[in-house]
T-cell receptor
Framework: DTGVSQDPRHKITKRGQNVTFRCDPI?????LYWYRQTLGQGPEFLTY????????KSRLLSDRFSAERPKGSFSTLEIQRTEQGDSAMYLC??????????FGQGTRLTVV | GESVGLHLPTLSVQEGDNSIINCAYS??????FIWYKQESGKGPQFIID?????DKRQGQRVTVLLNKTVKHLSLQIAATQPGDSAVYFC????????FGQGTELSVKP
């Protein structure tokens, strides 16, 4: 399978715990995006990378969120001290420059 | 900042009819748009795209129209099928890919 892969598909965590999600983009894609989506809403932009450089981070993103793409390939999104409001679907996508982006199946986070 | 919005949150059509989903954008400098389909529990799936040097682009059963004067685009689905039931998003691919809120399409058999 050469599509975008996200791991895990589901995560249940207790409030206050840290969680980390992984995204493996399509191999030749240099751009990688992270989004958050809640029920009934469109994907909300969080951040994106061009190779290993983080080009933009949403102002909506608190300091508890951090993303990395150390070698310009896979990326991780970490949420520290999770809150119930962090419960959502976290989507990753990749593209070749500013061309069409392809999405993974997402990681569904539930904070209890 | 830039924003993308759809006109109707829900659309219900009869199987076999044509569907039209509308979207408006605010940034007059936007030059590349993408339509996505999202089924329940899955990530958005690319349907069709259009650049600002075009007014119309056709795919298999889908057509996208772009009106730069009024900053509006639409997705037309011909002969809508039950498998077309999903949420449809337009997105502005200006580098960071901004999505609208989506229109949920329901197809009645």
């Amino acid at each position: 399978d050469t599509g975008v892969s996200q791991d895990p598909r589901h995560k249940i965590t207790k409030r206050g715990q840290n969680v980390t999600f992984r995204c493996d983009p399509i191999s030749e894609h240099n751009r990688l995006y992270w989004y958050r989506q809640t029920l009934g809403q469109g994907p909300e932009f969080l951040t994106y990378f061009q190779n290993e450089a983080q080009l933009e981070k949403s102002r909506l993103l608190s300091d508890r969120f951090s993303a990395e793409r150390p070698k310009g390939s896979f990326s991780t999104l970490e949420i520290q001290r999770t809150e119930q409001g962090d419960s959502a679907m976290y989507l990753c996508a990749s593209s070749s420059d500013s061309l069409e982006a392809f999405f993974g199946q997402g990681t569904r986070l539930t904070v209890v | 900042g830039e924003s993308v919005g759809l006109h109707l949150p829900t659309l219900s059509v009869q199987e076999g009819d044509n569907s039209i989903i509308n979207c408006a954008y605010s940034n007059s400098a936007s030059d590349y748009f993408i339509w996505y389909k999202q089924e329940s529990g899955k990530g958005p799936q690319f349907i069709i795209d259009i650049r600002s040097n075009m007014d119309k682009r056709q795919g298999q059963r889908v057509t996208v129209l772009l009106n730069k004067t009024v900053k509006h685009l639409s997705l037309q689905i011909a002969a809508t099928q039950p498998g077309d039931s999903a949420v449809y998003f337009c997105a502005d691919q200006g580098g960071k890919l901004i999505f609208g809120q989506g229109t949920e399409l329901s197809v009645k058999p």
